[in-house]
């Protein structure tokens, strides 16, 4: 099942009456709250959003993820880059970025929302965050 994000779109449930998916269940997915989340927990240290934040690693513009619309598809990206994602966290941060299925539920609405995303400026970084990127991030991973 695909489901199309527009504004905060929300999806309490995904029902699939078929096989034996019929307990699978999505949770709410808040872009207001992804955002908060992508510039506190760090994302941003790599990852650009409306300019806003590093070019470590590829820009997370909505109008960059055309290809991949749905939360599987993008965590398997994620899951794709963990290898240098995880050793360039531990080199700026210090530590691995933790998250719950909820957080990177809202994240994910983020990076699919742009008009959400057009909101987004320096001053939603938190001043620790801020200062890592000034300091510019330990590594490229490009
Ligand atoms: C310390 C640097 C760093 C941090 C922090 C970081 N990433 Fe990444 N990320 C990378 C690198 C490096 C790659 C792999 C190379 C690339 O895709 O640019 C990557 C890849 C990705 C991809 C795949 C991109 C694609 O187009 O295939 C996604 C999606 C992603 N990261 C999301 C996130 C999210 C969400 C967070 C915060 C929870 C996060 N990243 C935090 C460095 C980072």
């Given amino acids: 099942m695909l489901i199309a994000l527009g504004g905060t779109a929300t999806v309490t449930s995904a029902t699939a009456s078929e096989n034996d998916t019929s307990k699978v269940a999505l ?11 992508f510039a506190e927990r760090g994302c941003v240290i790599c990852h ?3 300019n806003v934040g590093s070019d470590v690693a590829t820009s997370l513009d909505a109008s960059n993820m055309n ?7 993008f965590f398997a990206r994620m899951w794709r880059g963990a290898h240098q994602m995880l050793a360039l966290q531990q080199a700026d941060l210090g530590y691995q970025i933790d ?12 990076v699919q929302n742009s008009e ?13 965050i801020k200062e890592i990127i000034d300091n510019g991030p330990s590594i490229s991973g490009k």
Avoid: C, W, Y
């Fill in 67 to 73: 290809v991949a619309r749905e939360p599987f598809e």
């Fill in 116 to 128: 959400t995303q057009e909101d987004f400026t320096e001053e939603d970084l938190p001043d620790h």
């Fill in 99 to 110: 998250f719950s299925g909820q957080d990177i539920a809202d994240i994910f609405a983020f």
């Fill in 48 to 50: 650009s959003v409306n």
């Fill in 27 to 37: 949770p709410e997915m808040n872009a207001e709250r992804g955002k908060n989340l």
